[in-house]
């Protein structure tokens, strides 16, 4: 079964747009990517600059030893420590059922 990603952000409030503009193409890129199933990126309502991703793939393994090395990943991953306010927040979950 599949495994998603739940991935929290808190982002530095000057740096939110930088933050936006570097993770949109990345999960626009992600779209082709054959073990590739679902994502959505949201925002809390309470605070614009704490965002949480949940993605989706087929495979844990792929996501670590090909998903996560791909190109269009570079800038985003080499930006992260100027970006955000702490380090993410990532938890891997397992599915069990699907309806």
Not at 13 to 36: G, K
Not at 50 to 78: I, N
């Amino acid at each position: 079964m599949s495994t998603t990603y739940v991935i929290t952000f808190v982002v530095r409030p000057s740096e939110r747009s930088r933050f936006l503009a570097l993770l949109n193409p990345v999960l626009d890129a992600m779209r082709d990517e054959s073990t590739f199933e679902y994502a959505a990126l949201h925002v809390d309502p309470s605070d614009e600059n704490r965002f949480q991703l949940h993605e989706t793939w087929e495979s844990h393994a792929d996501v670590v030893d090909v998903q996560l090395h791909r190109h269009y990943r570079a800038a985003w991953h080499h930006a992260l420590e100027e970006i955000l306010e702490r380090p993410r927040d990532i938890t891997i979950w397992d599915q069990l059922r699907a309806d």
